[in-house]
Nanobody, 115 residues
């Protein structure tokens, strides 16, 4: 599984961004969960949102109500729509795909939110 993320950038507080992540590889059909983590400077990587193959979504408390995760299963891709962004949302965002209990990671995309 290879993941390619895109869509990061600079935005002012209150703005919106959409992150996309496309998956390629022969085992795409076996991917279960997909989603996004983020890592801010000096902090640990944390889950932002995830979505199962069936479309069940889970959100971190800071993402609920502002972020929306969605996915396509053919071709395999996951998207994160982010609204009402805050400076605290500044981080590198990583998409992931779970296959047979293992996480595969995209390369990370930087989101910078200015106050």
């Amino acid at each position: 599984v290879q993941l390619q993320a895109s869509g990061g950038g600079f935005v002012h507080a209150g703005g919106s961004l959409t992150l996309s992540c496309a998956s390629s590889g022969e085992k795409n059909f076996a991917i279960d969960d997909m989603g996004w983590y983020r890592q801010a400077p000096g902090k640990q990587r944390e889950l932002v949102a995830r979505i199962t193959f069936a479309g069940i979504q889970n959100y971190a408390h800071f993402a609920a109500g502002r972020f929306t995760v969605s996915r396509d299963n053919a071709p395999m891709a996951v998207t994160l729509q982010m609204h009402s962004l805050k400076p605290d949302d500044t981080a590198v965002y990583y998409c992931y795909a779970q296959l047979l209990g293992r996480h595969y990671w995209g390369q990370g995309t930087l989101v910078t939110v200015s106050s």
